[in-house]
């Protein structure tokens, strides 16, 4: 499958100077968006996962297809305010700027093994915050998958270095 050509790069989104890489195009695509989810599955298809973690928001979209194809359940790591519960948070830099991360304080237990899945992983602080949440909350993170890797920012590298395993279906050189 053909993922780049699924997906449509906007210049300049949301601010001068990001290419922004544009999924929705890839979503509305009943193929890719199969076949997208598919791979993110067959890939940790080996090893046991209890739960999938998903980012808001583009990592819920792909995460609950992931959790539902999988059998398993769904935890979600959102922005600061919105999670009703008690919650856990981390701070983390955006490519374009500083935000949030926040999980309910019961959305795994101890030993739990979660696969992280989010759209896209550019200089993976956002990874990062949520491998940090969820292993303050006792998970094993077993797993992190993205269908976009910017392999030039290096986030990739920085989760596998963190002992998480990377999965990407495309890769799109610059940022
Ligand atoms: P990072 O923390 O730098 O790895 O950024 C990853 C997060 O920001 C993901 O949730 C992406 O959805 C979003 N993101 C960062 N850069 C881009 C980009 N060039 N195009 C689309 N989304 C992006």
Known sequence: MDF???IR??????????????ITTLLQNPIAFRAAVDQLVSRFAGGRVDCVAGIE?????LGGAVAHQLSIGFVPLRKKG????????ESY???????????????VSS???VLLVDDLIATGGTAEAGVRLLRRAG??????????DLPDLGGADRIRKMGVPVQCLVAFPGH
């Open 57 to 61: 928001a583009r990592g819920f979209i």
């Open 93 to 107: 830099e955006l490519e374009y700027g500083v935000d949030s991360m926040e999980m309910h304080v019961d959305a």
């Open 9 to 22: 790069s906007i210049p300049d989104h949301p601010k001068p100077g990001i290419l922004f890489r544009d």
């Open 82 to 89: 919105k999670l009703p519960h008690r919650t856990l948070a």
């Open 111 to 113: 030993g739990q093994r």
């Open 139 to 148: 998970a094993e993170v077993t797993g992190a998958a993205f269908v976009i």
């Open 4 to 6: 780049a050509s699924t």
